[in-house]
């Protein structure tokens, strides 16, 4: 692992740094549909520039970057505090997975307005009875007539409200063994058959909703990988998903730390020897973030695809992220309980950390079975 840039790579940065201060869109407006649209339009100037999934093939809408290259922007954006570009699981997860399972007319017909932002992806995979244990999941679809017929419930389906397009996992053959009777299918969420409703989180906000699939009709030529072999997509969906958090979010605490120590000196605690010594800690721990997070492109660049090792960074960023809101809220006291504060947003945000895109349990688990090679408990 080398963490030092070649002056391509420094040149490419500051590039960029120059571009997103000069292009920065402004904070996001307030309410969810303004906010929404706000994140489409800079995705649209981060398309036209060429900076949207860049790391793509270029014959694919992409600029063939290296994964340092895509890892810099992910920590640039963070630097510039952008928003998130409105595509985000499109870009993170789904373009990468079509790229990898999908045929030619796949990648032609759905690669493109991911990128532009003209369609919004979701990730419809957990279910109320199946998160962790995903493989028990009881949505079927039954081939009929050339369609796929779908019938069942979905849950914390993130941007559901805005997507064009949802990545499905259902039981196609429920006479195998579970992980072996799953199909991965892009299915179109505009459709009556489909019922979005939402669900508020602890911060007020409605990001993710309930999806209610009564007899949803999917084409068969939106299967992705295969019929049966919807696991293994959906393993190449969740790398994508950890490994994703990795640079960017090493940046992004690096500068919640920064922020927290400013908070001190303004509340007047930074010499408390606690407050210095609970610090001190998340520093080391947000650099060790950095690293390993760094050690996960390494992985990425030399298999071609990221591997369980990027679970360790996603635990990592969630604990850190938590324990350094948790001290915000402890050096504002009273104040810290004010509804409308930034950090007590950050603060409740933070809790799903541990939850999304897999908990800080399972991805233990996956550290200790696939990358320390310990023994599986089952
Ligand atoms: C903000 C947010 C956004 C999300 N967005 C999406 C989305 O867009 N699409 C989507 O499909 N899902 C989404 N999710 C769902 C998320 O992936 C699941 O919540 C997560 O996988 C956990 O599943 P569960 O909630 O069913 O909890 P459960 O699996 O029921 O787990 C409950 C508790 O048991 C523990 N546990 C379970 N199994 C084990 C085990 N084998 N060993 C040790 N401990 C275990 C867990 O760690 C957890 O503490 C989102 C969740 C959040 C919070």
Wanted: hydrophobic residues 40%.
């Amino acid at each position: 692992m080398d963490l030092t840039l070649s002056p391509s790579e420094q040149r490419f940065r500051d590039e960029l740094r120059t571009w997103l201060e000069d292009n920065h869109p402004g904070a996001e407006p307030p309410g969810d549909d303004a906010a929404f649209d706000h994140r489409r339009r800079w995705q649209r100037r981060l398309f036209d520039a060429g900076y949207a999934g860049f790391s793509w093939p270029t014959e694919y809408g992409g600029r063939g970057a290296t994964m340092i290259e895509q890892a810099l922007f992910g920590e640039e954006m963070a630097r510039a505090k952008a928003p998130s570009p409105a595509n985000i699981l499109g870009m993170v997860m789904g373009g990468p997975v079509v790229i990898h399972h999908g045929t030619e007319e796949q990648k032609e017909r759905w690669l493109r307005p991911i990128l532009t932002g003209e369609e919004i992806w979701c990730q419809g995979f957990s279910e109320p009875e199946s998160g962790s244990d995903l493989a028990s999941l009881k949505t079927k679809a039954i081939k009929s007539n050339g369609d796929w017929i779908v019938t069942g419930q979905k849950v914390w389906t993130t941007f559901a409200h805005k997507s064009k397009w949802c990545m499905l996992v259902a039981r196609t053959d429920p006479d195998v063994p579970k992980h072996q009777g799953l199909t991965y299918f892009i299915m179109d969420m505009e459709q009556d058959a489909v019922q979005v409703r939402p669900l508020r989180q602890i911060t007020g906000e409605p990001e993710f909703n309930e999806l209610f699939i009564e007899e949803a009709r999917i084409p068969d030529e939106n299967v992705v990988g295969g019929v049966g072999n919807g696991w293994g997509v959906a393993i190449t969906t969740l790398m994508n998903e950890r490994a994703g958090l990795g640079a960017a979010s090493a940046v992004g605490v690096r500068i919640g730390l920064d922020e927290l120590m400013a908070l001190a000196r303004e509340r007047g605690v930074a010499d408390d020897p606690v407050i210095r010594q609970r610090i001190g800690q998340l520093a080391i721990e947000v650099e060790l973030l950095r690293l390993n997070a760094w050690r996960g492109l390494t992985h990425t660049m030399k298999h071609g695809m990221p591997g369980p090792e990027g679970s360790l960074p996603k635990w990592q960023w969630s604990d850190v992220n938590q324990s350094l809101t948790e001290l915000a809220i402890d050096i504002l006291g009273e104040d810290g309980a004010a509804w409308d504060s930034p950090w007590a947003y950050r603060f409740l945000r933070a809790r799903a950390n541990s939850i999304e895109g897999g908990t800080t349990e399972i991805l233990k688990n996956i550290i200790a079975e696939r990358v320390l090679g310990l023994p599986k408990l089952r």
